[in-house]
């Protein structure tokens, strides 16, 4: 009797395994950055030498226009494609800056700050150890996109404590760290 219950389970199991392709593609996290961008090429060449990003598929228009292209960064995919007359999406070259932030985790954050750098990426805020415990800074990319590099670090308490009562003072004399102007 127990054999022809293990059967009947097994049978039902089968039947309920979805079928065709997985919801989400190998590869992929649920959440994937997709960026719009005037002059997808050029950007995608770009990430190849300031991320280490590894092409995985493109697709272009006969005018060579980017319709969409993969690309893996680390351990994460991201997507970017060409700016379209007539599509509602937009590039930051068009809209005159990002309102958003690609963060990026590395083991080799000052490594990857200086490489990036060297790429054509300018400083938007300084490489630092942050009350919070990672060594932060943000980047402005050729193309627009707003980048900020990131890797935990140990720091004392007092540190941290110092940091962030620094970091608070700044805040309500109305500055902040990140300034377009700041050099790289």
Not at 8 to 33: D, E, M, Q
Not at 61 to 71: F, V
Not at 98 to 109: E, G, I, N, Q, R
Request: charged share 25%; proline share 8%.
């Amino acid at each position: 009797m127990a054999r022809k219950s293990r059967k009947v389970i097994k049978k039902a199991k089968r039947k309920s395994r979805p079928t065709g392709p997985a919801p989400i593609p190998p590869g992929y996290r649920s959440l994937t950055p997709y960026l719009c961008i005037a002059g997808a090429s050029e950007a995608i060449e770009f990430y190849k030498k300031a991320f280490a990003a590894k092409e995985l598929r493109r697709h272009a228009m006969p005018d060579g226009k980017i319709l969409n292209a993969e690309l893996r960064i680390g351990d994460s995919m991201i997507m970017v494609s060409d700016e379209f007359p007539g599509s509602d999406v937009k590039s930051p070259a068009t809209l005159g800056g990002s309102a958003v932030t690609v963060h990026l985790y590395t083991k080799d954050v000052d490594g990857l700050w200086a490489t990036a750098l060297a790429a054509g990426a300018k400083v938007t805020m300084p490489m630092d150890n942050m009350f919070w415990g990672e060594r932060y800074g943000q980047l402005v990319d050729p193309f627009g996109h707003r980048w900020s590099l990131s890797k935990r670090v140990k720091m004392s308490r007092q540190e941290m404590e110092d940091k962030q009562k620094a970091a608070m003072e700044m805040f309500a004399r109305g500055e902040h760290p990140e300034s377009p102007a700041t050099p790289s």
